[in-house]
C-alpha cells in the first residue's frame, strides 16, 4: 500500500498545533528570562524584607500587644488600659518627660546651633579643608561608650580636665556630674561633641552648593558676614535646616547612653532621668513590662507625628 500523497496547498500550509499540544507563550518565557536575569536581587531583597520584619515590625507589633497585657506568675492576661494608666500616675512619668524635653531643648541649642556655625565656618577655609572635615567628624568614628568614659573623666570633680580649665582662670571647682543644676547641661556638652560632625557635614555640603553670585550680589549691596549668613545661608539652606531640626529632635527624645554611662541613669535627685530610662527601669529594675511597653508606645506615637512630619518635607524635597 502505497503512502498518502499531500496536495501542494497541504505541504505548503504551515502545520497548526492541535489543541491541547504544548505551545509555546511569549510572555511566559519572558517572565521566567526575567526572573533568572533578577534571581540573586530578589533574593536579596527577600532576605532584606525578612531581616527588616523580624527585627523592626516584630518588636512594633509585640510592644502594641505587650502594652495591654499583664505578666503575673507565669500567666499573661489582658490588662486593657491599666498599664497606661499607671504610667500616667506615675510621678516619674512627669519627670522624666520634663528632663527629657529639658535634654531636646539644650542640645538643640548646642546641637543644631553650634554645627551649622562650625560649618559656615569651614566653608570658609580654601586649604586644608579635607583635614578639617576630618578632624570635625572624628567624635563620630569613636565608640559610643568610649567618648562618653572620657568625658566622665573630664567631668571628675578632683582630677577632672574642666575643673583644671575652671582653676587655671581662678573660678571655684564645679561637681558637673553630681549637682542638679549642671548634671543635664553637662550630658547635653557630651552628647553634643559625640554627634556633631555629622551634621557639620552635612550642612557643609548644602553649603557648597550655593551658588557664590548671590554672595557677591550680597557684597555689591555691602551686606556683612552676619547679614549674608541671613539673608542668603539660611534661606538657602532652609530646607536642610528644618529636616536636620526635626531629625535631632527625634535623637535627642530617645536619649539614653549618655545618662545612664555618666550619671547612672537617674542622675542627682533624679535631674537626668529620661523617658527611655524609665522603659529600662520599667522593664528590668520593676520587672513590669506591660508598663515598660506601654510607655514605650507612647514615645512612639510622639516620634512617629513628628517622623510623618519629616517624611512630608522630605518628599518636598524631591520635589
Same mark, same amino acid.
Given at each position: ?16 498545533? &492541535? ?6 507563550? #511569549? $510572555? ?10 533578577? *534571581? /540573586? ?122 575643673? &583644671? ?6 573660678? #571655684? $571647682? ?10 543635664? *547641661? /553637662? ?133
Amino acid at each position: 500500500m502505497s503512502a498518502p500523497t499531500l496536495s501542494k496547498s497541504e505541504a505548503t500550509e504551515p502545520r497548526r498545533g &492541535r489543541p491541547g499540544s504544548s505551545r509555546t507563550n #511569549p $510572555a511566559r518565557e519572558e517572565f521566567v528570562r526575567s526572573v533568572r536575569r533578577n *534571581l /540573586s536581587a530578589h533574593g536579596f531583597l527577600i532576605g532584606a524584607v525578612l531581616c527588616f520584619s523580624f527585627f523592626s515590625w516584630y518588636p512594633m507589633v509585640r510592644e502594641f500587644i505587650l502594652a495591654f497585657q499583664k505578666n503575673e506568675n507565669g500567666k499573661t492576661t489582658w490588662a486593657g488600659w491599666s498599664n497606661l494608666t499607671y504610667v500616667f500616675n506615675d510621678p516619674a512619668f512627669w519627670q522624666a518627660w520634663r528632663n527629657t524635653l529639658l535634654f531636646t531643648g539644650l542640645a538643640l541649642l548646642l546641637g543644631f546651633i553650634v554645627p551649622f556655625l562650625v560649618a559656615v565656618v569651614l566653608n570658609e577655609f580654601r586649604h586644608g579643608q579635607g583635614y578639617l572635615r576630618l578632624l570635625v567628624y572624628l567624635p563620630v568614628m569613636l565608640p559610643p561608650v568610649a567618648s562618653v568614659l572620657l568625658f566622665k573623666y573630664f567631668y571628675d570633680p578632683g582630677y577632672g580636665l574642666f575643673n &583644671r580649665i575652671l582653676d587655671v582662670f581662678g573660678l #571655684p $571647682a564645679q561637681q558637673w556630674l553630681q549637682d542638679t543644676d549642671t548634671a543635664m *547641661l /553637662s550630658v547635653v556638652i557630651a552628647a553634643t561633641w559625640m554627634s556633631m560632625g555629622g551634621a557639620t557635614l552635612i550642612y557643609l555640603a548644602a553649603l557648597q552648593g550655593i551658588p557664590g553670585e548671590l554672595y557677591e550680589a550680597a557684597e555689591l549691596d555691602g551686606a556683612g558676614i552676619l547679614r549674608k549668613i541671613w539673608h542668603v545661608t539660611i534661606p538657602q539652606t532652609r530646607l536642610i535646616l528644618s529636616l536636620m531640626l526635626l531629625m535631632q529632635i527625634i535623637a535627642t527624645m530617645q536619649v539614653f547612653t549618655e545618662p545612664f554611662l555618666l550619671t547612672n541613669g537617674a542622675g542627682p535627685e533624679g535631674s537626668t532621668t529620661t523617658v527611655v530610662y524609665l522603659i529600662y527601669q520599667y522593664a528590668f529594675n520593676f520587672n513590669n513590662y506591660g508598663s515598660a511597653a506601654a510607655l514605650g508606645l507612647v514615645l512612639l506615637v510622639l516620634l512617629a507625628g513628628f517622623s510623618a512630619v519629616y517624611v512630608r518635607l522630605s518628599r518636598g524635597s524631591e520635589d
